[in-house]
Structure formats: structure tokens, C-alpha cells
């Protein structure tokens, strides 16, 4: 799906005039990370809608993130809801999914029809710090990582890793 300019790989699944529930992945993750939520929330009655973000699994690369605001995807977002007719909807967001939806929320709460933010960071502070770099020497160590990230984003690895780090450990 075309979205301000890119393209965005965005799944809908479940009954079409079922209630509507939007994924927002995590901050190395994808539509993948939601496999076992999709099903349950299907059988619940749900249409569901999971995207990778904009530079994340099948969606477009991305040059750099716009942390810790989220401003280019709370437009992705609402530029998703536009095109697929939805109204109201659900969000459910994992970390900077979380985040991502509480700045939506904040900023449309007429689309909002509930929320639920896991693990949610609004505000960046520094005990932060010890926790991104320990990600950065798994990535930097740990082949699993690396292994694990390349099924959910194929060759942009790189890039989504390199991303999400520099826009969570800019100084300002």
C-alpha cells in the first residue's frame, strides 16, 4: 500500500465488517512478531490489520527514524486508516509500537476506539542508556540476533538495526 510516499506492506485478515484492530510492532520487529496474536484475535471475531512500519520487513527502507516522536508514522498510520475506510479502531502497540500508539492516540482519539500500549516508552531518560547498548552488543555478537532479524527483514537488517539505534541513542 502507497502511503505519504512509500510503501508500506500492511495484511488485513478476519471478517471484514468485524471490529478493527491495528498491530504496531516493536522497535526491531515486523508483522511477524503478532503470528500468534492473529489467529486468536480472528477467531475472537476481529478484523485485523498488522503492518511493518515504514523501513521494517516488507515495507520500504527508510533513511532514518524520527524518534522519539513517531511523527512520520502516527501519518502512516492514519494515512493506513484512510485508504482501508476505517473509522474507529484498536490499537494494540509492543514498545515502540506502544509508543507510537499513545502518540496517535493523543493526537486522533475520535479513531481510538480502545488502546493497549505493552512496555510503552513516552519519554526518553537516561537508565535508558545501559539497555540499547546491551541490545547493540548482542547485535554486534550474538548470531541469533542477527539470524532472527534477517527472517523478520531480509536484507535491510542493517539498516533497521542502525535505525532504530541511532534514533534511540542520538544525544539530544
Given amino acids: 500500500m502507497l502511503v505519504n510516499g512509500h510503501t508500506l506492506l500492511v495484511e488485513q485478515y478476519g471478517p471484514g465488517n468485524g471490529p478493527s484492530v491495528v498491530l504496531l510492532h516493536h522497535g526491531l520487529g515486523s ?29 520500504d527502507a527508510r533513511p532514518a527514524l524520527d524518534l522519539p516522536t513517531f511523527a512520520t508514522d502516527v501519518r ?3 494515512g493506513i486508516l484512510d485508504q482501508l475506510e476505517i473509522t474507529r479502531a484498536a490499537l ?56 532472527g532479524l534477517r527472517l523478520a527483514h531480509g536484507d535491510k537488517v542493517e539498516a533497521v538495526f542502525h535505525n532504530w539505534f541511532d534514533g534511540w541513542h542520538r544525544h539530544e
Fill in 76 to 78: 502512516d498510520l492514519q
Fill in 92 to 147: 494494540v502497540g509492543h514498545s515502540d509500537g506502544g509508543t507510537l500508539a499513545l502518540y496517535f492516540a493523543a493526537q486522533v482519539p475520535q479513531l481510538v476506539s480502545c488502546l493497549v500500549a505493552i512496555a510503552a516508552h513516552a519519554y526518553v531518560e537516561p537508565k535508558m542508556e545501559p539497555g540499547i547498548m546491551g541490545v547493540k552488543q548482542a547485535f554486534e555478537n550474538d548470531k541469533r540476533i542477527r539470524k
Fill in 31 to 59: 508483522i511477524k512478531a503478532w503470528r500468534g496474536q492473529i489467529p486468536v484475535l480472528v477467531g475472537a471475531g476481529f478484523r485485523v490489520i498488522a503492518y511493518d512500519r515504514w523501513g521494517y520487513g516488507g515495507s
